[in-house]
């Protein structure tokens, strides 16, 4: 298996387009944020990894994402991945972050001890007021799910 992308997002529908082919559509992708109030602060930010199965694999896999700040490793999240085999899957990853001040956490995602995904999510000082609308539609599924290549 492997993964084709990993983001942080607000939210994501799953829909049917013509054809039967399957659609993604993913709201409030970030890479960095604004901490909500003072530090220390603590976050839930959700993660969407996409993964690809080939058909010759078995279909089941470890997820493994390992949130590292520096050399430290802040959180971790294990989880089993099940796509059938010639289709694309996605799981949900979240993981409680605390930011004492401005600063990055690298979320390093691999497959059964592969090479790593690094997605970055920097945090920066709380902003003097909320500008961004808050998001509309969507939300978790909640499982994994797969979709037609």
């Given at each position: ?26 709201g409030g ?48 999240n294990v ?21 004492d001040e ?48």
């Amino acid at each position: 298996m492997q993964i084709m992308s990993a983001l942080f997002i607000e939210h994501f529908d799953m829909r049917e387009a013509a054809g039967g082919a399957a659609r993604i559509d993913l709201g409030g992708v970030h890479f960095s944020m604004a901490a909500p109030g003072p530090f220390p602060v603590t976050v839930n930010p959700h993660m969407l990894v996409l993964v690809r199965c080939p058909s010759t694999h078995s279909g089941l896999a470890a997820l493994e994402v390992r949130f590292v700040r520096g050399d430290t490793q802040v959180a971790r999240n294990v989880q089993p991945l099940s796509v059938e085999p010639g289709k694309f899957g996605y799981n949900l990853v979240q993981a409680d972050l605390t930011f004492d001040e401005p600063s990055t956490i690298e979320a390093h995602c691999r497959i059964d001890q592969g090479d790593a995904v690094v997605v970055p999510l920097t945090m920066t000082p709380p902003a003097d007021d909320d500008e961004s609308p808050a998001p509309t539609g969507g939300g978790w599924t909640g499982t994994p799910a797969e979709q037609a290549g």
